[in-house]
């Protein structure tokens, strides 16, 4: 079992930026990749970015340039820094962390991002 703890998000104006944090605790020591997913209302769960244990990040174009994913894996956390924010990006972000090659997946509780002037 991973537990999965969000924070971070917030309201913040068009061009701001946020960063937010997940914390794992657990069976740490099984997670593959860690991945940053958004909801935005009437809309399906995407995938933001996510990294690998090696470090290996992939991205969704709309974000690219703008988002970094890191990961701290002594401090067993994610982090996505979101820079010049749109208010498209505004959404519920959840954490997502993959155990045993997708076998199993573990969600956090979400977190609200917010950009609107």
């Not at 997670?31 to 009437?42: E, K, L, S, T, V």
């Not at 969704?60 to 340039?65: I, M, Y």
């Not at 956390?77 to 959404?91: C, F, G, I, R, Y």
Request: aromatic share 8%; with cysteine; hydrophobic share 35%.
């Amino acid at each position: 079992q991973v537990q999965l703890v969000e924070s971070g998000g917030g309201l913040v104006q068009p061009g701001g930026s946020l960063r937010l944090s997940c914390a794992a605790s657990g069976s740490v020591f099984s997670i593959d990749a860690m991945a940053w997913y958004r909801q935005a209302p009437g809309k399906e769960r995407e995938l933001v970015a996510s990294i690998s244990r090696g470090g290996s990040t992939v991205y969704v174009h709309s974000v690219q340039g703008r988002f970094t994913i890191s990961r701290d894996n002594a401090k067993n956390t994610v982090h996505l820094q979101m820079n010049s924010l749109k208010p498209e990006d505004t959404a519920v972000y959840y954490c997502k962390a993959v155990v045993l090659s997708g076998k199993y997946n573990y969600w956090g509780q979400g977190t609200q991002v917010t950009v609107s002037s």
